[in-house]
């Protein structure tokens, strides 16, 4: 059975075909079994293949939560260390003691504010994806027996 095929068979409703759907879907690691509501829920070939995959959606969800906090650090960092638009201008009465118009200091501002926010949001980002994966790898059916 090809890529393809494999894809749109494990894509099948429950009005369709059980028997083709569970032929099908053996061949990857989870197998859709029907539950009391008639709905489908996972059930996992064993508890290695169930664990794995669970490691594999927090590894994924994690990184692209941190992907997006990356980019609004980023974007926090640049607007909270640029100059006001009178320092740019050499208007300020300052006597250039506080001057945040120089480069290297914008940058040293900007690698601070940005180190401090990634902190922050790395741990609600890990929590995010371990309680979202939580909710779609646990089942309350035992795992089948090969």
């Known amino acids: ?36 509501t008639n709905d489908f829920e996972l059930d996992f070939v064993n508890e290695r293949r169930r664990q794995s995959g669970k490691e594999h959606c927090e590894r994924l969800l994690s990184s692209r939560c941190l992907a997006g906090a990356r980019a609004g650090c ?24 506080d001057d945040l118009c120089t480069w290297e200091s914008r940058e040293a501002c900007e690698s601070t504010h940005m180190a401090s ?23 309350n059916a035992p795992t089948l027996n090969r």
């Open 1 to 36: 059975m090809e890529a393809g095929e494999k894809e749109m068979c494990c894509r099948l409703t429950r009005q369709q075909s059980n028997e083709r759907v569970r032929a099908c879907c053996e061949e990857t690691v989870r197998v859709p079994k029907q539950n009391r």
């Open 74 to 97: 980023a974007l926090s960092a640049s607007r909270r260390c640029k100059p006001s638009l009178f320092k740019m201008l050499g208007f300020s009465r300052s006597n250039g003691a």
């Open 117 to 139: 926010c990634l902190l922050a949001v790395g741990l609600s980002c890990t929590e995010y994806a371990r309680d979202t994966c939580d909710a779609a790898y646990t089942y």
